[in-house]
């Protein structure tokens, strides 16, 4: 897990709330990204950013949203819009990919729980 | 599109058994394939990754993988299970400017002692 931080570890909301994730990477990776964990189906990709300022919607970006006004920080936002929003998330970053096919190195996850 | 199956949810090993998760993949153009391991309530660590080259990586830990082209497959190995191996296994690959990477759904791997 280290060089980024994810922030709480656990998290409860109650329904309807918004609520934000935080993303720290002190390992000087251009590219950040938000991942969905749900038991029995992987990992799904939410959100992605390869520069400052810059970032594009993965797979299910319905319902959540993200900035990235600093090269460390990738913060996410679970919106009231996301049906289902109870699960594990993970953050990861990387070297700039268009350099090269580098990892993924990925934060210790926050488990977000929303009655 | 491109996709990852792990064929196996669980797969129990003695200890000191080689040991085998099986992956298979489909995407067009070369792939990037990697694999991850999970432990409980943490975030995943990078085990090892097929670019290019020799068919047979080694990574961390002992693990290795075989890459087999005609049978789209990238089975991840060890010689010798230890009861610390057991885990969740991710395989994926990775696709797009940004390597954004596709998950398989996972396999648990247990090592019985």
Request: hydrophobic letters at 30%.
């Amino acid at each position: 897990d280290g060089g980024i931080t994810q922030s709480p570890k656990y998290l409860f909301r109650k329904e309807g709330q918004n609520v934000t994730l935080s993303c720290e990477q002190n390992l000087n990776h251009d590219a950040m990204y938000w991942y969905r964990q749900d038991p029995g189906q992987g990992l799904r990709l939410i959100y992605y950013s390869q520069i400052v300022n810059d970032f594009q919607k993965g797979d299910i970006a319905e319902g959540y949203s993200v900035s990235r006004e600093k090269k460390e920080s990738f913060p996410l936002t679970v919106t009231s819009a996301q049906k289902n929003p109870t699960a594990f998330y993970l953050c990861a970053s990387s070297l700039n990919p268009r350099q090269g096919a580098y990892e993924q190195y990925f934060g210790p996850g926050t488990r977000l729980t929303v009655t | 599109a491109q996709s990852v199956a792990q064929p196996e949810d669980q797969v129990n090993v003695a200890e000191g058994n080689p040991l085998t998760v099986k992956c298979t993949y489909s995407v067009s153009g070369n792939p990037y394939l990697f694999w991850y391991v999970q432990y409980p309530n943490r975030g995943l660590q990078f085990l090892l990754k097929y670019i290019t080259g020799d068919n047979l990586v080694k990574g961390s830990y002992g693990f290795e993988a075989e890459f087999n082209k005609s049978q789209t497959s990238f089975h991840l190995k060890k010689p010798s299970a230890l009861v610390s191996d057991s885990a969740l296994y991710f395989c994926a690959l990775t696709y797009g400017s940004a390597r954004q990477l596709t998950f398989g759904s996972g396999t648990q791997l247990t090592v019985l002692p």
